[in-house]
Structure formats: structure tokens, C-alpha cells
């Protein structure tokens, strides 16, 4: 870049005082995978280390009853007397025994990150405060915001007085991220509102500045109000939650500080550089640039259908000889007549038959029952 917008710097009152270079890191790439990656990360580092007791389900006197009495081996409680003998103890399967692989204090904790994914990660989160689409989308209260980034004259560093510190985020339009902060205060869901974590409340304005004079204690009553030196830039402060875009208010100290430690030269942070100057990738590949240097384009292979069977398929018979076609067909169709005729004097001739043997049968009948009971003069023979 051959030159660098100039950004406001606003007095105490809200009224606009000066202007500031914007310090070359705020034209960083924004990476937002890098960011949740350190993020996720450096919030592992202030863990403490928790383990159950040793001696957890293995407080019983039990031994296994071993083979040959149709019982499993696992330890079982001696004695008698008592439902508590001969239940099985010590397994994770069992009541009242341990856990399975019980969690020990020397777990690994704690995770070493690269320090140049660290610097990038903080790099990308100072870039993306400039942007104020970013921190809305994070949830802060704007509106009434002049410009972002918000720069504050340095008389912001020497507010010692919690009643100035409100007058001055009010005429800045900032007081109204510190309502929504307070109004979001609610009971935290779960057991660690037993474990001194009892409330839960967003995160509001991040105040950065260079030298303290009395402003850790004009701020510090204001719920999610957070106050952080510019040598000493928190990513988990920065980006709460690996989401980048935090609200931060700036002394104009602190942000032309930014210069000095990021930057070309010796005893600078390296300013990270994007991979494309232009993304829009979809522009470069259509560009004239790049179309004229390509191939032209391939036609495709050529597919060509099946070969269909002349013998057995009529319509591909008809494709290439359409009397031999129709020949055929009505060959089939003579073929199909005749067997149906036949198939119909067959069924003829079966019905007369056995209509004749119906009529034989019903002649007998009658003859027989003409006779008379064959028992009337009992069952001698003569």
C-alpha cells in the first residue's frame, strides 16, 4: 500500500479531536480457522488438574471365589451375615466399585502452541476489530458508534472515576454494549454455579491502552468491560470464544503503538500477508490473461448406443430391412393364431367329453334309483 486511510481520534466529549495513520496490522488476512485453532488451544492452558480418589471403589476386602462354583471371577466381598458378601466388588461393572481407567493428575494438560500461529492468530483478530460488520456479527452494540476502530484521545488512559468512565462511554455511543453486557447477567446452567462460576454475562467494550494512569479504576465496575495493554494483546481477550470481531476502544497511544511492534525491522512482529492479493478467483480464471494461454476446449468422446441383435429384435430388424420386418410380424402373428386355435379345439374337444360322460352318468342314476332299496327283504342271498 502506497498510503494509509487516516481514522478520527475522538475527545473525551465525543467530539472529534484529530486523526491517526491505521497501523498496517489492521490490513491483515483474516483467518478464522487459525484463530479457532489458537484459541482452542490457549483456553486449555489455565486448567487445573482433577482426579478421583486411589483409593475410589477399592476400599473393600474381596478376592475372587475362582473357578468351578458357576460364578464369574470377578472379586467378591467375604464374609456373611450381610447382603454386602459375596457381591461383586472393585470393577467398573460393579455397584460401588471404581471407574473404568480412573483419571489421574498427570494428564497432559496443557498445550504448547507455534508461536508464529500465535502471532498470526493475534494479527487476524486486531484486523478484523477494524471491521465493523465483524463486530456486529459478534453481538455488539454499535449503533451509536462514530467509526471503528474507535480511538479515544489519551486523557482516556488517566480516568480514574467510575462516574467519568460512564460519562465518557456515553458520549462515545459505547455505553450501550455496557447495557446489553449487564442486562445478559443470568444464573449459569449446571453445577458450576456451585463452584464459585455462579452467573454467566456477554462480553462488552475492550478497552486497550498504552500506560495506566488510574484507569483500572475508572472501568472495573462495569460488567463486561475489559481493560488490556497494547504490548501485552490477549487473543482470548481479542476473540472470546475463537470468534473474531471484538468491540475495542482504543488510546490513541496504544494504537499508534501498534507500529511499533508490528511491522518490517528489527524487533517487529512480521505483518502476516495474504496468499491471493485478489480472491476472487472465479474473476481471475475468466480474465483475458489466463483464457488466452489455455486450451481450447475438448469436445467430448463420443458415445455411441448399443448394438441391437437384427435376429432376434424386430425393431432393429425394421431399422435396416422394414419389409423383412413385416414379414416377420406377420409371420409371428399367423404362428400366434394358429396356436391359439389349437389351444381353443383342444379345450373343445376336453368340455364335449367330459359332457358326455356327465350324460352317462346321469342315465345311470336314474336307473339305479328306480330299483328300489337293495335292503328291503333283508341280506339273504339266494
Not at 500506560?211 to 476473540?239: I, S
Not at 448394438?307 to 423383412?324: G, H, M, Q, T, W
Request: aromatic share 6%; glycine share 8%.
Amino acid at each position: 500500500m502506497t498510503a494509509r486511510p487516516l481514522i478520527s481520534v475522538f475527545s473525551v466529549s465525543g467530539d472529534k479531536s484529530g486523526e491517526t495513520p491505521l497501523p498496517a496490522v489492521m490490513t491483515a488476512p483474516l483467518r478464522p480457522d487459525i484463530v479457532q485453532f489458537v484459541h482452542t488451544n490457549m483456553n486449555k492452558n489455565k486448567r487445573q488438574a482433577y482426579a478421583v480418589s486411589i483409593y475410589a471403589g477399592k476400599m473393600p476386602s474381596a478376592h475372587s471365589w475362582g473357578t468351578g462354583r458357576a460364578v464369574a471371577r470377578i472379586p467378591r466381598v467375604g464374609g456373611g451375615g450381610t447382603s454386602r458378601s459375596g457381591q461383586g466388588a472393585f470393577g467398573n461393572m460393579c455397584r460401588g466399585g471404581r471407574m473404568f481407567a480412573p483419571t489421574k493428575t498427570w494428564r497432559k494438560w496443557h498445550k504448547k502452541i507455534n508461536i508464529t500461529q500465535k502471532r498470526y492468530a493475534v494479527a487476524s483478530a486486531l484486523a478484523a476489530t477494524a471491521i465493523p460488520a465483524l463486530v456486529m456479527a459478534r453481538g455488539h452494540v454499535i449503533d451509536e458508534v462514530p467509526e471503528i476502530p474507535l480511538v479515544v484521545e489519551n486523557s482516556l488512559e488517566s480516568t480514574s472515576k467510575t462516574s467519568s468512565g460512564k460519562e465518557l462511554l456515553a458520549a462515545i455511543g459505547a455505553y450501550d454494549d455496557v447495557e446489553k453486557a449487564a442486562n445478559s447477567k443470568q444464573i449459569r446452567a449446571g453445577k458450576g454455579k456451585m463452584r464459585n462460576r455462579r452467573h454467566t454475562i456477554r462480553r462488552g467494550p475492550l478497552i486497550i491502552y498504552a500506560e495506566k494512569d488510574g484507569l483500572e479504576f475508572g472501568f472495573r465496575n462495569f460488567p463486561g468491560v475489559e481493560m488490556c495493554c497494547v504490548d501485552r494483546l490477549n487473543l482470548l481477550q481479542l476473540a472470546p470464544g475463537g470468534h473474531m470481531g471484538r468491540f475495542c476502544i482504543w488510546s490513541q497511544a496504544a494504537i499508534e503503538k501498534l507500529d511499533q511492534i508490528y511491522g518490517e525491522g528489527e524487533g517487529k512482529k512480521r505483518i502476516p500477508t495474504c496468499a491471493m492479493t485478489n480472491a476472487d478467483l472465479a474473476r481471475l480464471i475468466n480474465s483475458d490473461e489466463i483464457q488466452s494461454v489455455l486450451n481450447s476446449k475438448k469436445d467430448p468422446p463420443k458415445v455411441y448406443p448399443d448394438k441391437r441383435n437384427a435376429v432376434s429384435k424386430v425393431d432393429a430388424l425394421e431399422a435396416i430391412d422394414p419389409f423383412a420386418a413385416k414379414a416377420r410380424k406377420e409371420a409371428t402373428e399367423a404362428m400366434r393364431k394358429s396356436k391359439k386355435e389349437d389351444r381353443l379345439a383342444r379345450r373343445r374337444g376336453i368340455r364335449k367329453e367330459r359332457k358326455q360322460f356327465k350324460e352317462t352318468g346321469k342315465s345311470f342314476y336314474s336307473q339305479v334309483s328306480q330299483q328300489g332299496s337293495v335292503c328291503e327283504n333283508g341280506f339273504a342271498l339266494e
